[in-house]
């Protein structure tokens, strides 16, 4: 039976998972970054994932915030602890693809390039996570792993993108539920129009789910 995890989205790509492990739960934090609203201390905060070096996935004062008075490590590819260094943050853990322990949750990271923003912007290293062999969080890449996905974090509105383009890339992958995330830069009015259309437009088997920022759910 697979493991039930806690599932919270606070904006953007910002999300708070809380997986059963062995010594309890683990409370593992996704992309703390500028479009996601400010965020609270979290209470029993054990790790911060960040998938690439953008400041809307990896903000100095939203890790502050966040981990109020613990120490909560923060683990990314050498340009996002690089980032976190010049911030002054400390913590900070480099890693590489493969798989991990975090927190004492299975973590598998894989890499990939951050999507073309325009031609002659750089694009940093992304690192998709799989948490849990459950939930895959890809960061702003249409990542399409080489193993079924139960969760997905659908990234459904940047710069770098068109709707029907995260439509395709959640028929590929197609999951047994599809979360829509990183839409903070658009109007309330586009965030549900995309919501809608994701709903609409999945392929038969997967649930889109659309949790209100702060909203708990189990997956």
Known sequence: MSLEIALTHLGHSCVLLEVPAASGNSRILLDPGSLAPDLQTIEGLDAI????????????????????????PLYGDSASVAMAAESGLNEL???????????????????????????????????????A????????AFAVPD???DVLLLPTGAPWMKLSEAVDYLRAVAPRIAIPVHDGGLAPAHQQMHRGI?????????????????????V
Do not use: C, N
Not at 133 to 140: L, N, S, Y
Not at 198 to 218: H, R, S
């Open 49 to 72: 994932l960040v998938t690439h070096a953008h400041p809307d996935h990896l903000t100095a004062d939203q890790v502050r915030a966040a981990r109020g008075a613990s120490d909560a």
């Open 93 to 131: 853990v480099t890693i590489e693809p493969g798989e991990l322990q975090i927190a004492g949750i299975k973590v598998s990271v894989t890499e990939w390039q951050h999507e073309t923003i325009y031609p002659g912007i750089p694009l940093p290293t992304d690192y998709g996570y799989l948490l």
């Open 133 to 140: 062999d459950r939930v895959f969080a890809p960061g702003d």
């Open 147 to 149: 193993f079924k996905v």
């Open 198 to 218: 994701m709903q609409k437009f999945a392929p038969e088997g997967t649930t889109v789910l659309t949790p209100e920022i702060g909203e708990a759910i189990t």
